[in-house]
């Protein structure tokens, strides 16, 4: 029986990279000369953002933000905490989301099964596996998930498997 995975993941490696770009951006750039400023990586769901002032931090992550767009991550992954003002520096984590939490994959279930489409969906961890008998009946649940805009993080579809 055909099946695919939903699934909400970051690549790593991706993220890396545009973290390395935004530090490149921010050292080249004349408004961060002789200051502070950075964008490092914590771990996989955290980036920390680093400058001497509140408003320079907002930039900082402007400029993450598009390097993360050229790399095609979504940036709806991405939760800003609150600055931390400490001494001369001002520091934000950036958490970035990923997995489907168990609130959203029951949305999600309850989604496909409201569509009233001869497939079955389950929550197995951090993903949902979606099975039915005909491809084009999964083709419709992917499409139907791609344009549904009340869901805040961005959806994969993987492991389709005929």
């Keep these: 029986m055909p099946s695919f995975d ?3 993941k970051v690549d790593t490696h991706e993220l890396t990279n ?7 951006v921010i050292s080249t750039r004349f408004d961060f000369k002789g200051i502070d400023a950075k964008v490092a990586v914590q771990d996989d769901s955290h980036v920390q953002l680093k400058a001497e002032a509140e408003f320079q931090l907002q930039q900082i992550l402007d ?14 992954c991405l939760d ?6 400490s001494g001369k520096h001002a520091l934000q984590m950036v958490h970035i989301k990923q997995g489907i939490d168990a609130q959203l994959g029951k949305s999600i279930n309850k ?3 409201d569509a009233k489409l001869k ?12 099975t039915g008998k005909k491809r084009d009946d999964l083709q419709q649940v992917i499409a139907m998930l791609k344009s549904a805009e009340d869901i805040d993080l961005p959806l994969q579809f ?3 498997r005929d």
């Design 119 to 130: 497939v079955q969906s389950s929550i197995q961890g951090d993903q949902v596996r979606v």
């Design 158 to 160: 993987s492991n389709f």
């Design 63 to 76: 400029i993450f933000q598009q390097t993360l767009i050229k790399r095609n991550i979504d940036i709806a």
């Design 18 to 24: 545009a973290v390395d770009q935004a530090n490149r």
């Design 80 to 85: 800003p905490q609150d600055v931390t003002l």
């Design 6 to 8: 939903i699934v909400s």
């Design 111 to 113: 989604r496909i099964k």
